[in-house]
């Protein structure tokens, strides 16, 4: 249990930095000096969430699934982005809806829906994909031993 509780911990934390990644790059991209996306919710969107995976991506392998990495980083790999598409795909589309379907385009209404809405969504999906779709690899370090390493 408590092995479980730092794994989300970490889990959260990561998602943390990614989503202040996500957020504050959209935000730039949408509404910052420039404005260089400022049409262009929906491309913006996909840029921030890119680069948010890949801080992501560096935080989940090394730190929070460290000890259930495979022996196959390039299958880990390939299955985190696609896990990383579907779930960037669940906020895209909760922006997509809130532009086009409903008409909201004011800076609140695509905060909402792509970095409040759609990133819990996917959140809620992506850790349950890399738990039992991505991360598999049998533990490395027997618990205690990971368990002694972080409290040094």
Known sequence: MRNRVLELA????????????????FNLLSFGPGELLDHKPLTAKIVSATVATVVSWLGNRYWTFASHRTTAPTRELIGFAVVN??????????????????????????????????????TLFRYFAYRHLVFTGSTA?????????LTR
């Open 10 to 25: 970490r889990f959260g934390s990561v998602g943390l930095l990614a989503l202040v990644v996500d957020v504050g790059l």
């Open 85 to 122: 598409l579907i779930g960037m795909g669940i906020a895209v589309l909760c922006l997509a809806f809130s532009t086009y379907v409903l008409g909201l385009t004011s800076p609140l209404a695509d905060n909402v829906a792509a970095n409040v809405v759609g990133l819990a969504l996917g």
């Open 141 to 149: 370090v027997p618990a205690a031993l990971a368990e002694d390493a």
